[in-house]
C-alpha cells in the first residue's frame, strides 16, 4: 500500500534522483504541512542521501526556538506570510549542512481563516546556500487533507525549479 | 481522501483530544518515520493545541545538530539503538516547551539491514519534561511503507500509555 498518491511519490522520487546527482542535500520547514513534504521524500528508498531532515515549527514559539525566525516578525506580518516563508527556509539552512531548504506556512482549515488570509492560503518559501531567499503565494481549494497535499506538490515543483534553474 | 489509514487517524484525533485535555504539548524527534508521526496528528483539525512542532533527523548530523545527539554515542552504539532514540527525545524536549516528547530511529529498508540490525527493527523514545526517557524496541515486518506505518502505530500507542499512567 502507499501512504501518498502515486503522482507525489513519483516527484518525489524524480527529486531525490535529482538532487543526488547534483550531489545537493534538501532540509524542510514546514508548518501546515505539518512533516508531510520530509515525510513523502523519505518514503523513497535511498532518500537518505538528499533529505538531511527537517523542522515541523507547527507553533509560533517553534518557529522561533527551533529556526529563528524573530517573534517580531511573526507578530506584525503573521505567521502566514512570506515574510515568515523565507525566513523559515533560511533558518532551516543555517541550523545544518544543507544545500537547499524549502518551507510551507499556511492555514489548512477548516478553521483559522479571514478574509484578509483566508483557508487555503499557503506560502511556500525557498532558499539554497550563497543564495538569496524566494517565496511564493498559493490558494488552494479543497479540504484541510486537500490543501496539504496541493501544498505538497507546489513545494516538489519548487525544488523541482530551483534544480532546474542550475542547467 | 484521506492520506494515512483510518485507524492512525482515529488514535491520533484521540491523542490530540487527550493531550489537549491534560494541557499537555507534543514534540515529535523522527528519522525513519521522517515526519510522517508529526504529518498525522497535524491532519487532525485543531492540532496546533497540542502539536507543538517537530524534527526530521534523518541523517546523523542532523540528529546531533538539531537535538544535541552525541556524535560519539551515535558512533558507540549506531544510529538505530535504544540511547540514540531516549536521547532525540530527551534533545527534543530540551529545545522547546513541549511537555511530551516521542522519537523513532529504525531501519525502514530496503537496504541497510545487518544480521545484528535487520529491516524492521524501529526504536522508540519518550520523554517527559522532568521525568525519565524510556525506549521501547520493536521489529516490524514488511515492507518499507508498512515499516513506517507501525512504528507510527507504535509511537501513538506510546503516547497513549504516557497518558494513561497519569491517571
Redesign the interface.
Known sequence: ????PDPLLDEAKGLIEDYRRRGW?I??A?SC???????C???I????DV?????????N??KN??LGVPRETIQRVGAVSAKVAEAMAVGALT???ADVAVSATGIA???GGSADKPVGLVFLGAARRGGQARHERHVFAGD???I??AAMAAAFALLRRISDQED
Not at 528508498?45 to 537518505?48: F, T, V, Y
Open positions: 500500500m502507499n501512504i501518498f542535500r532540509v524542510t514546514e504541512t505539518g512533516g508531510l513534504i520530509a515525510g521524500l523519505s518514503e528508498p535511498g532518500a537518505s533529505l538531511e531532515g527537517g523542522f515541523v515549527t507547527y507553533s514559539a517553534a526556538q527551533h541550523k545544518g549542512d482549515g477548516p478553521g484541510r487533507t486537500a496539504r497535499l
